[in-house]
């Protein structure tokens, strides 16, 4: 059941002294805009052992203003490099479906967190007049579950590439052994050669020399 | 020669082409600066990287450091627009749907009268028009409301969503909005994807419409003046070489690279020549001044520029009228581009200020040391803004 009409129903039945200590114990509601599956799941489990969050994940992001309105989060969180992200801005704006202004988290007591957010990457679309010490433990948690995401994305990137370098060279080598009948380390020595003459990367050069080879053949 | 590293944030569209030329021509290290052009994935990253100091610089759309002058949108941080890096350079498009209905009407596609092709989509759309645009502070909202509003299409409910660019032409095909306005290559790309045909170019609604400035952070402007005047005198020079002929093709190629647009260099062609492919079955259209870099003091942030801008936000927004061009004026600094640029001896106007929409054609006013030609200036409905001083 949603939380809030939970509180609803306090509020009739127990009267407004009570009320008031339901809604401070009463769940944020997060959402989280990412559609990589096991990304989702990474920050969505962060976020509810940091704490009482409710949070809901959208991927598809076709009408995602209007997705998020109908979640009426108090947070809402995307990788700064999505470029869906530009849909969120219309919720920043008066006549936007959601009726409360969502701000980027910019200033108040936590000072810097948006500066810090920026950095890890992530993008963090908080209700204006949400108190700084409710936001704080959600923001905290977000940065670092993506700063290790975007650390792990560079780090499979960079894999990856040093990967198929590795793939263009070995294959270069095995030419330059066949054409000229020289042994692998001398393959690789005049790769090397080559692209210290030519100020280029060793990966270049060998990528230049498969493709002219696979024209030539 | 040792230069200063300069982040600089882009979006990756042609009219990133003064900043892309500046860096490709080396007019960077000629001002003993060196550009490190950043694409950005969105307009609100790209925002933020400006505003919390990732880059010093950033190619912008013009209403964006208005909209936070006046305090609207999530970021507050004072920013600069140095000068204008574009003119023009949008499209209005409409999905196959509505381009089939248009056709069947009779409507002839003429790519230039914003009156008519108003009147002509009124006719065939539903009750309700969604448009696409790339970000809720944008030239591309200015110029729909504008035309919107002056056109039968006022008697519509009309819609206006933000869509990443890159995603228009899948929005259009999903049928998640009915038309958009885009920034090029965007437009040719949804034609060359058999999802609709364009409409009207940007200027027939505003023959000088601010599209895209040079921002900066003000508390960077006042520490690093220096670094600031090189940059804008790279950038000015860019542009003036842009604005040669025979520049053309070779900036096409440069801005179809890989590292910055990723399209094939045709595509970039048709925004910078003028030459447009309209729709599915290769029809043609000729824009003279699609988009302009230069000519006609077409760099020079011009105040009244700004509160142009302004004026359309407070209206929307309930925000008072003369407060917000008063705010908004401060934003577009023409005092810096006088005090960087005339050095170089750029011509620069007499006033800081002008009637905009009042130049039916290209005419001669008074500059600091002579005259100089300012282009035309109309809008579709031939109305005439006097900025409040």
Redesign the interface.
């Known amino acids: 059941m949603d939380p809030k009409a939970v509180g609803l129903t306090l509020l009739i039945e127990v009267g407004p002294t009570s009320v008031q200590m339901v809604c401070m114990s009463q769940n944020l509601t997060v959402v989280v805009v990412e559609q990589n599956q096991e990304r989702a799941f990474a920050i969505v489990d962060a976020l509810k052992e940091a704490g009482d969050a409710d949070v809901f994940v959208i991927g598809n992001v ?2 995602l ?1 209007r997705q998020i309105a109908v979640h009426d989060p108090d947070i809402v969180l995307i990788d ?11 919720l ?3 006549s936007s479906p959601l009726e409360r202004p ?3 988290f ?1 200033t108040g007591a936590a000072g810097g967190l ?2 810090a957010a ?2 890890a990457g992530v ?1 963090a ?1 908080v209700v204006d007049g949400l108190q700084a010490e409710r936001i704080k433990p959600v923001i905290d948690t977000a940065i670092a579950r993506f700063q290790v995401l975007r650390q792990m994305r560079v780090e499979l990137a960079e894999t990856r590439r040093a990967l198929e370098e590795r793939k263009v060279i070995d294959r270069a080598k095995g030419l330059i052994i066949k054409a000229k009948g020289v042994s692998e380390d001398e393959a690789y020595a005049l790769l090397r050669k080559t692209a210290m003459n030519q100020n280029r990367r060793v990966a270049e050069v060998a990528e230049a020399l498969v493709t002219a080879s696979g024209l030539l053949s | 020669m040792r230069t200063v590293t300069l982040p600089v944030a882009y979006m990756p569209l042609v009219d990133a082409a003064p900043l892309i030329v500046a860096r490709e021509m080396g007019f960077d290290h000629a001002e003993g600066i060196s550009l490190d052009l950043r694409p950005a ?5 790209l925002r ?2 400006l505003a ?1 100091g ?1 880059v010093d610089a950033a190619h912008l759309l013009s209403p964006v450091p208005v909209a936070m002058a006046l305090g ?5 941080t004072s920013l600069s627009a140095v000068s204008v890096l574009s003119l023009n350079g949008n499209v209005i498009g409409v999905g196959t749907h509505l381009a089939q209905r248009l056709a069947d009407q009779g409507f002839a596609f003429d790519f230039a009268d914003a009156q008519a092709a108003g009147a002509a989509l009124a006719k065939v759309a539903g009750d309700v028009l969604v448009f696409g645009v ?4 944008s030239m591309h909202v200015e110029l729909l409301r504008y035309w919107v509003a002056g056109t039968d299409l006022a008697s519509k409910q009309v819609e206006i ?4 660019p ?2 228009m032409a899948q ?1 259009l095909a ?1 049928g ?1 909005i009915d038309a958009f306005c885009v920034g090029e290559p965007w437009g040719s790309f949804a034609v060359d994807d058999n999802v609709g045909a364009l409409l009207l170019p940007g200027r027939a609604i505003w023959s000088c419409a601010p599209e895209k400035v040079l921002a900066v952070r003000n508390d960077w402007a006042e520490t690093e003046p220096h670094l600031l005047g090189s940059l804008m005198r790279a950038v000015w020079r860019a542009a003036r070489w842009l604005s040669q002929p025979d520049s053309r093709t070779t900036a096409s190629e440069m801005l179809s690279r890989k590292t910055y647009l990723d399209v094939s260099p045709e595509l970039v062609d048709r925004a910078l020549m003028g030459e447009f492919t309209i729709s599915a079955r290769g029809e043609t259209r000729q824009v003279e001044g699609f988009v302009e870099f230069f000519d006609g003091a077409a760099t020079f942030p011009w105040r009244s520029q700004a509160k142009w801008v302004a004026h359309q936000l407070a209206m929307r ?1 309930g925000l008072d009228a003369s407060t917000a061009e008063r705010q908004a004026a401060k934003v577009f600094r023409s005092d810096l581009y006088r005090r960087e640029l005339q050095g170089l001896g750029v011509e620069t106007p007499g006033a800081s200020e002008k009637l905009e929409g009042a130049l039916a054609e290209s005419t001669a006013v008074a500059s600091a040391n002579g005259s100089l030609i300012l282009s035309q200036n109309v809008f579709f409905d031939r109305r005439i803004f006097e900025p409040t001083s």
């Not at chain 1, 700064?80 to 219309?90: A, F, V, Y």
């Open positions: 076709s009408g203003a700064i490099d999505n470029p869906s992200r530009d849909m969120l801005e219309e920043t704006v008066a969502v701000a980027m910019v948006a500066k920026v950095e993008s679309y | 994935p969105s307009w609100s990253s933020d990287m919390f990732h609207l949108g999530g970021i507050a790339p970000f809720p502070f969503r933000t869509v990443p890159p995603l929005a999903g998640e927004n």
